[in-house]
């Protein structure tokens, strides 16, 4: 075989191949590929992964960076966690049925892939791309047909994932400041009504504090036992000069004796009447008989002085008993003083005995109120810290990622260029020519050898 004739027939070979893998290549679809590089600098150091929306969200081999640990709002109350702080989070908001769905419907990628809504979310996933690196950064990517739309999408995935951050950040922001809101005005009812059941519990025991009341009470409590006693040894005493004033008083007014210091002469004068009487019918008798009308007369004097005698000795007794009488009006007087102090100084005594006898409990009280106003201050100086921590976290609130990289816009498809299906439709051509020349040489040669 001659190498004159068969470079010809290699050479159309490689034209043949070269012309079909050109064409080939030409009409294959061509993609484009647009990355972001995202860095979060909340998120700790950890081992990376890689997580795509078709594989797992929160992590691949070796685990994925965690969120960093909550902003404490109110202490062992509200712990509040920095939504979106890690790649880890990130990745979830972006492969999230909500934020796909967004996007496929404001690019039109299931009108142009030809599928309905549920057959389009599996084959964006395929399509974009989420990357967890090591060092706390997500890479972004995102393939299509077309080179100008996919650093849109890859842009507007972004704007999607700033969005959700800060709205999600904003809502528990705002949720926790009026969370501890409410605590701060609870904190500051429960102070006023300590200090309202304070003062009240001081008016209540004389507007001082207890500890000085029970000194008080405690001392007036002495007093009033010693005046008590005091009053009674003098009531017991008036008593009996009263009852022996009665009785001397009774014996004189029997006796018709005029007591002394009365300033009233009657019973006096009554018995002298009856003396007078008593002698004139005595000298009558002398002189006369029985029967004589001035004996009888002298008698019936005598009865009449007598009667009036005894009536006013009742009358007298009488007075004495009821008191009424100037014999023992002054022991009487004296008597009722007395005994008013007493009674008085025994209720006074009773009502401090009550106190004092309520004295623990209200002191208990007290102490009990003032230990839970100091808490309660104490705990409302925390809340006012925490609420205005809680309006600052809420009005500042810095970004939880940067853009490192921006989105690119592909310059070329992906796969190879066309000079390699050039070349290795030229390769092949010619190499297949010279493989049907060769088989012909020997089966030709065969065929020769044969005859």
């Not at 210091?261 to 009554?270: E, P």
């Not at 600052?392 to 609130?397: K, M, T």
Request: hydrophobic content about 40%; aromatic content about 6%.
């Amino acid at each position: 075989m001659k190498l004159s004739r068969i470079l010809p027939r290699v050479i159309l070979g490689i034209i043949i191949g070269a012309a079909i893998a050109t064409v080939v290549g030409l009409l294959l679809p061509r993609t484009y590929t647009s990355t972001a590089m995202l860095y979060f600098p909340g998120a700790g150091r950890s081992s990376g992964g890689v997580s795509t929306a078709r594989g797992d969200a929160a992590g691949g081999e070796g685990g994925a960076s965690q969120d960093q640990p909550g902003v404490s709002i109110v202490e062992n109350i509200l712990v509040i966690p920095r939504t979106g702080t890690s790649p880890s989070s990130a990745i979830l908001i972006l492969n999230s049925r909500t934020v796909t769905e967004e996007l496929i419907s404001r690019f039109g990628l299931a009108s142009e892939w030809g599928l309905p809504m549920e057959l389009a979310i599996p084959e964006f996933r395929r399509v974009f791309r989420c990357v967890e690196g090591r060092t706390a950064e997500l890479r972004l990517s995102f393939v299509d047909r077309t080179a100008h739309r996919a650093p849109e999408l890859v842009t507007a995935a972004i704007e999607i994932l700033t969005d959700r951050v800060d709205e999600m950040t904003r809502k528990r922001a705002q949720e926790s400041v009026r969370f501890v809101g409410e605590y701060l005005k609870q904190s500051e009812k429960a102070c006023l009504n300590y200090q309202k059941e304070i003062v009240a519990l001081q008016e209540k025991v004389g507007g001082t504090t207890p500890d000085a009341q029970l000194q008080t009470l405690g001392q007036i409590y002495g007093d009033l036992q010693r005046q008590l006693t005091d009053a009674q040894v003098e009531a017991s005493v008036t008593d009996s000069q009263m009852k022996a004033t009665t009785d001397v008083s009774e014996k004189m007014i029997v006796s018709a004796l005029e007591p002394s210091g009365t300033g009233n002469a009657l019973l006096g004068s009554l018995y002298k009447t009856v003396v007078d009487r008593e002698a004139e019918l005595a000298l009558l008798r002398e002189k006369f008989t029985d029967q004589r009308p001035e004996v009888v007369q002298a008698r019936q004097a005598l009865a009449a002085a007598r009667s009036s005698l005894d009536a006013e000795v009742a009358r007298q007794l009488k007075g004495l008993k009821s008191g009424a009488s100037p014999l023992v009006r002054e022991q009487i007087v004296s008597v009722v003083t007395t005994r008013a102090r007493v009674e008085g100084l025994q209720r006074s005594f009773e009502e401090v005995r009550q106190k004092l006898a309520g004295m623990p409990a209200l002191q208990a009280r007290y102490t009990q109120l003032n230990a839970d106003l100091r808490d309660e201050r104490t705990r409302l100086s925390l809340l006012r810290s925490q609420y205005s921590r809680a309006e600052l976290f809420a009005q500042s609130r810095e970004p939880q990622f940067v853009v490192v990289d921006p989105p690119t816009l592909p310059s070329r498809p992906n796969g190879y260029d066309l000079y390699y299906f050039v070349l290795f439709g030229g390769g092949a051509g010619g190499l297949l020519m010279l493989l049907i020349v060769a088989g012909r040489w020997v089966k030709r040669t065969i065929g020769d050898l044969g005859v």
